[in-house]
T-cell receptor, first 116, second 112 residues
Framework: DGGITQSPKYLFRKEGQNVTLSCEQN?????MYWYRQDPGQGLRLIYY???????QKGDIAEGYSVSREKKESFPLTVTSAQKNPTAFYLC???????????????FGSGTQLSVL | RKEVEQDPGPFNVPEGATVAFNCTYS??????FFWYRQDCRKEPKLLMS???SGNEDGRFTAQLNRASQYISLLIRDSKLSDSATYLC?????????????FGAGTRLAVHP
């Protein structure tokens, strides 16, 4: 079955540690996105990528980094510079970019990141 | 003022009830509108698009009012399985590209 796979489902970070969240899709989609969801707030865009080897900062990119070396994969690293990383992280993809998306987004099941 | 605002709820309704949510947006240049459904700690899933002419899908009806800058979602004959958070999503063309803006969501709890 085609879809987006995020791993791990739960992740714990120690202070000063970098952690990487995985996102893989087999939908052959060009565009991929990372969102952060906090209680009482809408999803906020961290980074997005419209094609391989290209990515753009979203609204809250500070403290995060990404890579897009393969079409299928868009990992997100939460660096030690991100002082408030506890949140639910969602990866998404869409067939074409057009910026930050102009059609249906397909979401992964999310990763809950918590700080120890 | 937030770009997209929703009443967080929760809306507690009995099975069979009709319930309506509104979502207001601040930028009149907003182009496209959607409702997503999100179950607790799960991924959001597209429920339906919203058009000026209205859009109906079974028990769900979505409407757009551009003059007053709001969209609505009406659920008729509520089921227990409708319990979820409903996210309003607005697409705005900004800085030369499309930008998706998510509302914080409205929580619906349907009880027996």
């Amino acid at each position: 079955d085609g879809g987006i796979t995020q791993s791990p489902k739960y992740l714990f970070r120690k202070e000063g540690q970098n952690v990487t969240l995985s996102c893989e899709q087999n939908l052959n989609h060009d565009a991929m996105y990372w969102y952060r969801q906090d209680p009482g707030q809408g999803l906020r865009l961290i980074y997005y990528s419209q094609i391989v080897n290209d990515f753009q900062k979203g609204d809250i990119a500070e403290g995060y980094s990404v890579s897009r070396e393969k079409k299928e994969s868009f990992p997100l690293t939460v660096t030690s510079a991100q002082k408030n990383p506890t949140a639910f992280y969602l990866c998404a993809s869409s067939p074409r970019g057009g910026g930050q998306g102009n059609e249906k987004l397909f979401f992964g099941s999310g990763t809950q990141l918590s700080v120890l | 003022r937030k770009e997209v605002e929703q009443d967080p709820g929760p809306f507690n309704v009995p099975e069979g009830a009709t319930v309506a949510f509104n979502c207001t947006y601040s930028n009149s240049a907003s182009q496209s509108f959607f409702w997503y459904r999100q179950d607790c700690r799960k991924e959001p899933k597209l429920l339906m698009s919203v058009y000026s002419s209205g859009n109906e899908d079974g028990r769900f009806t979505a409407q757009l009012n551009r003059a007053s800058q709001y969209i609505s979602l009406l659920i008729r004959d509520s089921k227990l399985s409708d319990s979820a958070t409903y996210l309003c999503v607005v697409i705005l063309f900004s800085g030369g590209y499309n930008k998706l803006i998510f509302g914080a969501g409205t929580r619906l709890a349907v009880h027996p």
